[in-house]
């Protein structure tokens, strides 16, 4: 059942979505070669406990990794498509880019967003993946307007990155927000047939993440259980935004 949102809901999920956003422009500064994203993470967890807040990823269990995850954030470097763990031995180096993700929980509301950031010079191509993922996040995002449907959202994304000569990954998807981290419906970044079609009205809250690959689309899980990469090695980009639908249009709950 998707569970749509008050207004009043709104505004907690803003203040929510605000903090992540806080948090991740606070991890893209720190982002340079020589940094660990175990530094990340220790600077993340700080933030999120002097906000008074909640850290949604930690302590999250998944039942396909059969235990809880132990970090605030999801640092995932290169062929790491999502789900990568911070680590002291993970120094950042010039080449790299790295997928920041994380969560928060504020006054019962979650608020959920991720950027990838080039680590000093990448190559044009690289380039290319970051600013044709991040594109097609915003093309999806223009089209959480009521009337339209889910897969209007899912088709943007897929389209522009297609077109573009990238791949979506198919084995993880966006989903809705609110009370819980994960809500209905999901959210593929393809046009998945196999999943219902809801119309979209005021008050659903949607995670939008497209997660895109320079190479082919298929991905694995290494032997932590958590961290997916790509199978052919090649580069992953990650962004996300939670949008709401509204009567003035799209609101994203995670950016100012």
């Not at 009370?179 to 119309?199: A, G, M, W």
């Not at 932590?224 to 990650?238: E, F, I, N, P, Q």
């Given at each position: 059942m998707i569970i749509r949102k008050s207004q009043a809901e709104l505004e907690k999920m803003r203040r929510a979505g605000l903090l992540v956003y806080q948090i991740l422009h606070r991890m893209k500064e720190m982002v340079q070669v020589g940094v660990t994203t175990l530094d990340l993470e220790m600077e993340a967890e700080r933030m999120i406990r002097e906000a008074g807040a909640k850290p949604a990823f930690k302590g999250y269990y998944s039942p396909a990794a059969g235990t809880k995850f132990p970090f605030v954030l999801c640092t995932s470097v290169n062929e790491e498509v999502v789900h990568g763990m911070p680590s002291a031995k993970r120094q950042l180096k010039s080449g790299d880019i790295v997928s920041i993700d994380t969560g928060v929980q504020l006054d019962g509301y979650y608020g959920d967003s991720a950027l990838t950031v080039a680590v000093g010079e990448v190559s044009d191509e690289v380039k290319r993946l970051l600013k044709v993922t991040e594109e097609s996040l915003e093309l999806g995002i223009r089209q959480m307007v009521a009337g339209n449907r889910l897969f209007d959202v899912?088709?943007?994304?897929?389209?522009?990155?297609?077109?573009?000569?990238?791949?979506?990954?198919?084995?993880?998807?966006?989903?809705?927000?609110?009370?819980?981290?994960?809500?209905?419906?999901?959210?593929?970044?393809?046009?998945?047939?196999?999943?219902?079609?809801?119309?979209?009205?005021?008050?659903?809250?949607?995670?939008?993440?497209?997660?895109?690959?320079?190479?082919?689309?298929?991905?694995?899980?290494?032997?932590?259980?958590?961290?997916?990469?790509?199978?052919?090695?090649?580069?992953?980009?990650?962004f996300e935004h939670v949008v709401a639908v509204t009567s003035n249009g799209p609101w994203v709950l995670t950016r100012p």
């Open positions: 899912c088709g943007a994304v897929e389209r522009h990155v297609t077109a573009n000569g990238f791949s979506v990954v198919r084995e993880f998807v966006g989903h809705g927000i609110g009370t819980s981290l994960h809500e209905e419906p999901q959210v593929p970044n393809y046009v998945d047939k196999r999943n219902e079609n809801p119309r979209l009205k005021e008050g659903i809250v949607l995670a939008i993440e497209p997660m895109v690959n320079a190479g082919r689309p298929d991905t694995k899980v290494l032997s932590d259980r958590w961290t997916a990469v790509t199978k052919d090695g090649s580069y992953a980009a990650h």
